[in-house]
């Protein structure tokens, strides 16, 4: 299972940007996906995630770190395994490097489905500046 994330950039502040990540590889299903951000001297954050419910007819969960809260928008594409981060009002405060995560259920030994497994992407920096 790999993720392959793609998007980032250099973006004057006040621009907008949008990253892609998929999740490639065999496995049962994906329980959440999202993206972290680690900028120089920090420690990684989360910046917005979905997590599949797992109940039918329920709108998944999404969570956004408050500092990006009306400017960035996660999304979801199933079919594509893809998730992505609409990033727009960009400030010099977003400039990091952006990982995706995704907790990915495999298949057992048996065949069934196995246990969720963390995975990361390899990262795409974001640089925000005039």
């Known amino acids: 299972v790999q993720l392959q994330a793609s998007g980032g950039g250099l973006v004057q502040p006040g621009g907008s940007l949008r990253l892609s990540c998929a999740a490639s590889?065999?496995?049962?299903?994906?329980?959440?996906m999202g993206w972290y951000r680690q900028a120089p001297g920090k420690q990684r954050e989360l910046v917005a995630g979905i997590t599949t419910t797992g109940v039918i007819n329920t709108h998944d969960s999404i969570n956004y770190d408050d500092s990006v809260k009306g400017r960035f928008t996660v999304s979801r594409d199933n079919a594509k395994n893809t998730v992505y981060l609409q990033m727009n009002s960009l400030k010099s405060e977003d400039t990091a490097v952006y990982y995706c995560?995704?907790?990915?259920?495999?298949?057992?030994?048996?065949?069934?489905?196995?246990?969720?497994?963390?995975?990361w992407g390899q990262g795409t920096l974001v640089t925000v500046s005039s």
């Open positions: 995560n995704a907790g990915i259920r495999l298949y057992g030994a048996t065949g069934l489905p196995g246990d969720t497994v963390d995975y």
């Open positions: 590889g065999r496995f049962f299903s994906i329980t959440r």
